[in-house]
């Protein structure tokens, strides 16, 4: 691993987000007032209740401590012009490792929880690609896709990185992993996703009957359950219960793409969210996401849930950062009897 300029410490600002409820009835998305930054925010991740992530446009990283009730804002220092820099992922394999991955083919690596956050070394590409994902397989252990079918490995905290070959030129934007050795990869591929069983090494093209869409944005596992979903054009939801093996087209509430997923199968709750601020959500442990909720406004591009499913988060345009209020609303009071 190598620091980019010098090993640069990620300041944060002193003005924190403000959490200010949109709502009262205590049922919906709650919108978090953003003075720090309106630059789109591209990805979120919590690693628990309380500590999360959120990275965009503009060099931006936000960092909440709280649950999402207050955001601190920070930038990685890695671009001498911070309007270059495009994050599109963040991925903590605990409270104090990360990654975040963006344009330029630009790594960050944090061992400290993001006090400190410092640019990784990649093989050199021509041109260098944009990294749209990344996963942590174990401590120190990661994948990232990309542009081009970029797929790039490390298993020692990032200081080598092997170039794995993925068979396709396409974009990748989104890779999943079940296990150490069992993942999946999809974007630009129509109605095709990669699946690995030796850990990256090797992939092979699995066909998804019934896809129409050209690009899919996200993977999810429950990866307990072998449980897994997939979203992206046009609406499209993809759902497996048998580990990937086969995947199956489910209802969704819009024609909009759909941008990311969260399903919890304990409480049976499960969103997608996308393009214009429209939010679908299942109740049947995301069997289909045939209910639209709302509409929240900008366009969101990433759901995240914290353990068991609180809180859940999403982020998108102009800094727009919602939260879930999961109280449900007293039941209307029952008509009057008698006379």
């Known amino acids: 691993m190598c620091t980019f300029w010098a090993s640069r410490f990620l300041v944060w600002a002193a003005v924190a987000i403000l959490y200010l409820p949109a709502k009262t009835a205590g049922w919906g998305w709650d919108t978090i007032a953003s003075p720090v930054t309106t630059a789109n925010l591209l990805d979120v991740k919590l690693v628990n ?17 709280d649950g999402g009730q207050t955001w601190n804002a920070g930038r990685s220092g890695t671009f001498l012009n911070s309007q270059l820099a495009i994050w599109h992922a963040v991925e903590f394999e605990s409270l104090i490792a990360g990654w975040i991955v963006g344009n330029l083919g630009q790594v960050l690596q944090t061992s400290d929880g993001g006090l400190r956050w410092e640019a990784v070394t990649i093989p ?15 401590i120190g252990t990661a994948i990232v896709v990309g542009s081009s ?8 905290g990032g200081a080598t990185w092997q170039v794995l070959n993925s068979r396709v030129q396409g974009p990748l934007y989104t890779v999943a992993f079940l296990s150490g050795n069992t993942g999946w990869a999809a974007g630009g591929l129509g109605d095709k996703i990669l699946h690995t069983i030796d850990g990256g090494a090797s992939w092979a093209l699995q066909t998804a009957a019934g896809v129409s869409w050209t690009n899919t944005y996200q993977l999810f596992f429950e990866r307990s359950r072998g449980i897994g979903w997939a979203v992206g054009d046009s609406g499209g939801v993809l759902r497996t219960s048998n580990g990937g093996v086969t995947w199956d087209v489910r209802p969704s509430c819009t024609t909009r793409t759909l941008r990311s997923i969260v399903v919890d199968i304990e409480s049976r709750f499960g969103f997608t969210v996308a393009d214009r601020g429209v939010v679908c959500w299942s109740t049947d442990a995301g069997m289909k996401f045939s209910t639209k909720i709302e509409e929240v406004g900008y366009s969101l591009q990433s759901v995240a849930a914290g353990d068991t499913f609180e809180p859940v988060i999403s982020v998108g345009e102009r800094g727009t950062i919602v939260k879930w209020t999961s109280t449900p609303p007293p039941p209307p009071p029952s008509p009057p009897t008698g006379p």
Do not use: C, Q
């Open 49 to 65: 209740e309380t500590h999360g992530w959120a990275v965009g446009n503009e060099d931006t990283i936000l960092r909440t401590v």
């Open 124 to 138: 050199a590409f021509d041109p260098r690609p944009t990294l749209y994902d990344v996963e942590s397989l174990s």
């Open 149 to 156: 079918g970029t797929i790039i490995k490390t298993a020692d």
